[in-house]
Each structure stands twice: as C-alpha cells, then as structure tokens.
C-alpha cells in the first residue's frame, strides 16, 4: 500500500506556485483546510483561482488570502460574509465567475471521475447559459458545463491514514468528498491521522486512490459564521 504521508504541511504544499488553480472542500467555515489556507499565505503565491462554494469570512479560511489579494478569480455560487470579496467583486480588482451551487458541485465530481464534462438544466434561459452549448433531452432543456481542470485540490477530513482513506465528520462533509481526486494533486489534512487498518473499512468516504499527500493539522479553530443563541429569559 502507498504510503501518502508527509511530515507537515509544509512539505504538504511544496510545487504550489503562482497563477494555480486550487480547489478548497469546506462550506462557509465548515470543513475547511484552515492550515493548508495559513500555509499558502506564508508562502505569499499570488494570481491564484480558486474554486470553493464561497469565500467564508474577512479574517479566516479564504479571506485570509483575499486580504493579501493572493486571489485573482474566484470560482463559487455564493458570497457569502465575506465584505472583501463582495467588495472585491463590485470594484472590478477580483475576477468572478458564479455558478449554482449544484453545478458547482457536479463539475467538481466530473473531474473527479474523469468525465469531460456534464448537462445540467440549471441556468437554461439565464445569464448562466449564455455563449453556452445547450441540448434537448426528453423534452427538457439543458446546459454543457465542462469539468473542472485544477492543479491542486486541499480538503480536510476529521480521520485519515497514511494510505489518503478518509472520513469526514459532520457536516464537514460538504464539497470536500466532491474534491478529492478532481485535481492533479489532491492535499488532505485531517484532525487524526491514525495507523494503517485502523479505520473500519465499511465507514471510509473516500478511499485513499483519490489522494496524494495527507498530514495530520497542528490546529483547528472550527470558527463558526452566524452564532445564534436564544434570548434570555
């Protein structure tokens, strides 16, 4: 069995460089590979696109990289709480391309199963299908959306081992399943790394064949975006 195990994540990372395409898994702030994110700031790379459901908040995950404006385009459905993205956005300094958030997900799943491309009907009859191939199946109209082409995908998982198995926690498992094996090199991090045979294989999400590189996080805050409490009584 391939051992995919790095020492950290600095080793993690090494061939990102300017002007990628990376893909992030996590859902606002749910899942997201918190210290993949902290390691591309150090690393200062700039001109990257970056495919991910949103842009989470101003001063954690993605925004962190927004701040610095490490980001040249962003690939999502929503904005989200980010003020620097939609700022960003609105002023013309940060490309952005919108996409429903079904179609996101499937174009990351059709790079993942090597498919060039998908047909979907959401968007038909909007901006999102303009300059766009459509086609009529059963009577129904549908869009040609072509898979995703990234070089780098950074997921995080609650368990793994050395051979990339993994399995997410939660609602942590969101877009991060959908991105794993849908770039050239796929980098998990996990909050466990445990040893070979440890996990049951019965509750692995995703198997190891869709992962090249996975480390153990030093620290995860787990930020929450909205918090909600009930009123005093």
Known sequence: MINKKVKNVQEALQGVTNDMT?????????????????????????GL???????????????????????????????GENDAFERQMLSGELDVELIPQGTL????????????????????????????ETREFDGKMYVLEYAFKADFAFVKAWKGDAAGNLIFKGTARNFNPNMCGAAKITVAEVEELVPLGTLEPNNIHIPGIFVQRIFQGDVYEKRIEQRTVRPKL
Request: net charge positive; glycine share 14%; hydrophobic share 40%.
């Open 22 to 46: 990376c893909m992030f898994g996590g859902f606002g702030l749910s899942g997201i590979p918190e210290n993949a994110i902290a390691q591309l700031v150090k690393l200062d790379v700039n």
């Open 49 to 79: 696109t970056c495919i991910s459901n949103n842009a989470g908040v101003d001063d954690f995950g993605l925004g962190l990289l927004l701040q610095k404006k490490q980001i040249k385009k962003m690939v999502s459905s929503y904005v």
């Open 105 to 132: 997900a499937e174009r990351c799943r059709a790079a993942q199963a090597g498919f060039p491309a998908i047909y979907t009907p959401a968007g038909y009859g909007t901006e999102v299908s303009e300059g766009k």
